[in-house]
């Protein structure tokens, strides 16, 4: 019985304080991969709108533009329609398209495939067309793969802490109810013992006075409890045996 209660209350806080550390380390991976991707990708809404620039414009652009200068070698932009890639802007590379296929069917507005950071333009016509830009960031990756590396070991460590807390919690928790049984028990086991001396005195006078002065009915009531007090302190002192064998 107490091992039972101690299973329940141990599962109870084992799982309440491991939903909550999770959920907590959880959100915070979802947060901070949502950030990094926003970041990165923020970038290629500047690269999209410079790819439809004519060459002049871009030149201009570049030497108008005093703080950061747009390497467009690791940049590329495809059309798909229908699932299909109808054109590009940039050299074709059939590797790229690779990565263009899956950051496609993917359905996502934007993520990583590969090293690559991308993002989705969907068209608002019929025809299921898509603009897909890919950018090479291996940093941006290397952070993606950072956060999932922190968030499965965090949680690995949040559920050894959660448990070390819970095995504890619950010895503390169970620790009255324990001493109570077992204050219980004793003081059964010690009252059985101690009833069977005066009980055995009773029943032995009972047969020294029913020798002497013969049997009558007030000494048949007297031999029928003693039988009934002699079964209910073997009955306890059973109760207390099997008690004992059950925590074992």
């Given at each position: ?11 109870i ?43 002049d ?9 005093n ?44 993520g ?9 333009r ?17 940093s ?23 448990y070390?807390?819970?095995?504890k ?72 045996k ?6 074992l």
């Amino acid at each position: 019985m107490i091992k039972k209660l101690e299973s329940k209350v141990f599962w109870i806080l084992m799982v309440s304080i491991s939903t909550i550390v999770l959920g907590v380390i959880i959100l915070f991976a979802i947060l901070n991969y949502n950030n990094t991707i926003n970041a990165a990708t923020s970038m290629l809404d500047r690269f999209d709108n410079f790819f439809r620039m004519p060459n002049d414009e871009r030149t201009q652009t570049n030497n108008d533009d005093n703080r950061m200068e747009i390497d467009l070698s690791e940049t590329y932009t495809y059309m798909i329609e229908n699932g299909k890639i109808v054109d590009s802007i940039g050299n074709k590379n059939e590797d790229i398209e690779q990565y263009v296929y899956k950051a496609y069917k993917q359905n996502k507005e934007k993520g990583i495939v590969g090293n690559y950071v991308y993002k989705v333009r969907t068209s608002k016509m019929k025809d299921e067309r898509a603009t897909i830009i890919l950018m090479e960031d291996e940093s941006v990756v290397t952070r993606i793969k950072f956060i999932y590396i922190y968030a499965i070991s965090g949680s690995i460590i949040s559920i050894i802490i959660a448990y070390a807390i819970s095995k504890k919690v619950s010895n503390m928790i169970v620790k009255p109810v324990k001493e109570t049984m077992e204050s219980q028990k004793r003081f059964i086991s010690d009252a059985s013992h101690e009833l069977k001396t005066p009980l055995a005195v009773i029943e032995a006078n009972a047969d020294v006075l029913e020798s002497n002065i013969g049997k009558s009915k007030w000494m048949e009531y007297i031999q029928s409890e003693i039988a009934s007090m002699d079964k209910l302190i073997n009955n306890l002192l059973f109760l207390a045996k099997v008690e004992n064998v059950k925590e074992l």
